[in-house]
Structure formats: C-alpha cells, structure tokens
C-alpha cells in the first residue's frame, strides 16, 4: 500500500512542477515512436524476521526455492496481469522487441530481454524485477495480482524452469518454442482474454473490480480498433 501510494504521489507531484515550468509530464507508456517507453519495474522481495527469504547462498544463483516458486507464479500468470499492468491500447507500442521492454514469458539472471530477471544484489538485496507494468496502471491493483500470482507459485511450488541467459529477443520463434518461451499478449484485448480466464488474478482483484476492468478495457479496444487511423490513411488511401 506504501509503495503505490508513493506511486500516486510522484506522478502528481511530477505533474504539478511540470505545469508551474510550463512543461508537461506525461507517464504514456509509448509517447514517442521509435524511442524506449516508460516503463514501471516492480522490484520484489519477501522478509521473514528480518531476513531476506529470497536469498539462499548455497545455491548456483544465490536465490531461494521460495524467489523461484514466486518467478514461477509470475510467469504462470504473466498474461492475466499484463491487463491489470498494462491497461491502455498505448501499453501494446511499448512491449516490443528492442528497447529492452519485455515481449517474451521467461526469466533470467541480468538479461534484460526476460520478463522477469534477477538484478546483481544479493543478502538483504536479492528481488525479482518483474519488468511489463507501466505507469499508467492502477498501482494498487497491479501490485495486488502481482503478489497474488506470486503467492500462488509459492503455495503450488511452480518450478519457473531453467533461467534464460540467451538474448531472447535474437531466438527464432522455432527456438523460443523448444524452450516453452511464450509472447506477452500483443494487444489488450489479448490481454483482457487471458485475465478473464485467470482464476487467481480474476479473484485477487474482486468481482466487482474485475468486471469493472474488463468493461472499460473492452469499450477502450472497440473505440480504438473501429476508429480510422491517419497511419491507415496515409499507407492504404493511395495505393487502393
């Protein structure tokens, strides 16, 4: 709760300095073309008496069963909360290959072509990044589906597999296949097909927010995909 109300606080406080420069601040995830988005990592660790429960140092990377079975549930769920994390037609521009935002369900050490990787720090600093939310979410609800989903790979002990170290961004689709690397949702209905499916995520938001997500991002996607865009215009209106 602290940290998403630190969320709602920056913003607003980001935005206000702004206006008083004349400027304008904006938190779109992908205003620019050809530029990198913004994004809004969440960085994740579990304490238990003080103790960073992620952090096991007799392991090959130093991270516990509990950190891998949370990965796991991360990945398991990936695409539920991709339309709580990533709620508007404009998140989509941002979750593509080559400025290092995620594209593909599959987690790592420091490579930054996984959703999910493992940052250097290790004792009381070992996390997760889980790397697809942007800022235009609502940072309770995301941060909420996020535990939810990472709790549910605890509570199941979903192995996440092995940690992709390869730039996946540079794997075949046929490669991606022979490692059960699955894409993101490339549009929200996509993703708004997959929360609809989740039992945890679905749960982990209420009914009520559930159905109020589900009608806003479907009204979102049919206002967009029946409106005649100028790129359509200027590729198709000569040529046909």
Request: hydrophobic share 40%; aromatic share 10%; charged share 20%.
């Amino acid at each position: 709760m602290k940290n998403a109300d630190k969320v709602v606080t920056f913003k607003y406080v980001t935005k206000t300095v702004a206006m008083q420069h004349g400027l304008r601040a904006t938190f779109m995830p992908k205003p620019i073309f050809g530029a990198a988005g913004t994004g809004m990592h969440a960085n994740i660790s579990l304490f238990r008496g003080g103790e960073n429960a992620f952090y096991d140092p007799e392991t090959a990377m130093n991270i516990s069963d509990l950190a891998r079975f949370f990965a796991g549930g991360l990945l398991e769920h990936a695409s539920a909360i991709t339309a709580v994390a990533n709620p508007l037609i404009n998140s989509y521009k941002r979750l593509v290959s080559g400025f290092e935002a995620p594209v593909y369900i599959a987690w790592s050490g420091p490579n930054r072509s996984s959703l999910i990787r493992i940052p250097a720090g290790r004792g009381l600093s070992t996390r997760l990044e889980f790397r697809s939310p942007d800022p235009s979410c609502n940072p309770y609800l995301a941060f909420a589906v996020i535990l939810a989903a990472g709790l549910d790979g605890i509570r199941r002990g979903i192995d996440p597999g092995d940690p992709v170290d390869l730039n996946v961004y540079e794997l075949s689709r046929a490669e991606r296949e022979s490692l059960g690397i699955k894409t993101l949702p490339a549009n929200l209905k996509e993703a708004l097909n997959h929360l609809e499916e989740d039992k945890v995520v679905r749960a982990a938001l209420g009914e009520h927010v559930f159905e109020n997500v589900m009608r806003l991002g479907l009204l979102e996607w049919e206002a967009y995909n029946t409106y005649v865009h100028p790129w359509e215009i200027e590729r198709y209106i000569n040529v046909f």
